[in-house]
């Protein structure tokens, strides 16, 4: 399974659009590529979840380019409560489901 | 969306003892469920995948006997901690897929934070 590359942290402020990039240069051609949001002391929540091109959900924008080997997490204007740990996974279901979690981005908003 | 419970969500035991983490799925069946295990400051590491009506499969460096799951119902998953140690304080957390929902999303519970003393 495609180990999963991410920035350790990042910063922002308020009202800006923050993406994050996710390198996995090892993904097979029947794996998805999933993100999650984590805030201290709670479980993941899911994001949102892309297989190519652009998917756009009512909190984000995945960006995965032709060759898959890299996705981007796109959150427009975001806020003090987006503060948190994000997680990009690449999910294989043949033979079994599979995922492992990355080391994740640390996201801090700032106001 | 569909929602995992864990009870409890924190417990602190005396060194040696054995602690059970249960983990529902309130509103859908799940026939598999994962446990992970997070330490402060560190990522989500996969324990083992717990499968209904059969043994879980335990990952690599896991102790099977350490960590016994059992999972005896399409919404029951639990995992004890036997003879539990101060390294084995952690935040464990599950979750499941929802059969029903198109995506790969997993749906994760609250967390259960392991003290041991």
């Known amino acids: 399974l495609a180990k999963t590359t991410q920035p350790i942290s990042m910063d922002s402020y308020e009202g800006q659009e923050v993406n994050i990039t996710c390198s996995h240069n090892?993904?097979?051609?029947?794996?998805?590529i999933t993100w999650y949001q984590q805030f201290p002391s709670q479980g993941p929540r899911f994001i949102i979840q892309?297989?190519?091109t652009k998917v756009t959900n009512e909190v984000a924008s995945l960006f995965i380019p032709a060759d898959r080997k890299s996705s981007t997490l796109s959150l427009p204007r975001v806020s003090l409560s987006d503060t948190a740990v994000y997680y990009c996974l690449v999910v294989r279901d043949t033979g079994g489901f599979k995922t492992i979690f990355g080391a994740g981005t640390r996201l801090f908003v700032k106001a | 969306g569909a929602v995992v419970s864990q009870h409890p969500s924190r417990v602190i035991c005396k060194s040696g003892t054995s602690v059970k983490i249960e983990c529902r799925s309130l509103?859908?069946?799940?026939?598999?469920m994962f446990w992970y295990r997070q330490f402060p400051k560190q990522s989500l590491m996969l324990m083992a995948t717990?499968?209904?009506?059969?043994?879980?499969?335990?990952e690599q460096g896991v102790e099977k006997d350490k960590f016994l799951i059992n999972h005896a119902s399409l919404t029951l998953s639990t995992l004890t901690v036997t003879s539990a140690h101060p390294e084995d304080s952690s935040f464990y957390i599950c979750?499941?897929?929802?059969?029903?929902?198109?995506?790969?999303?997993?749906?994760f519970g609250p967390g259960t934070r392991l003290t041991v003393t």
């Open positions: 979750s499941a897929r929802d059969p029903r929902t198109p995506t790969y999303e997993q749906y």
């Open positions: 509103d859908f069946q799940a026939t598999t």
């Open positions: 090892n993904i097979a051609t029947n794996d998805y």
């Open positions: 717990s499968n209904e009506g059969s043994k879980a499969t335990y």
């Open positions: 892309g297989y190519k």
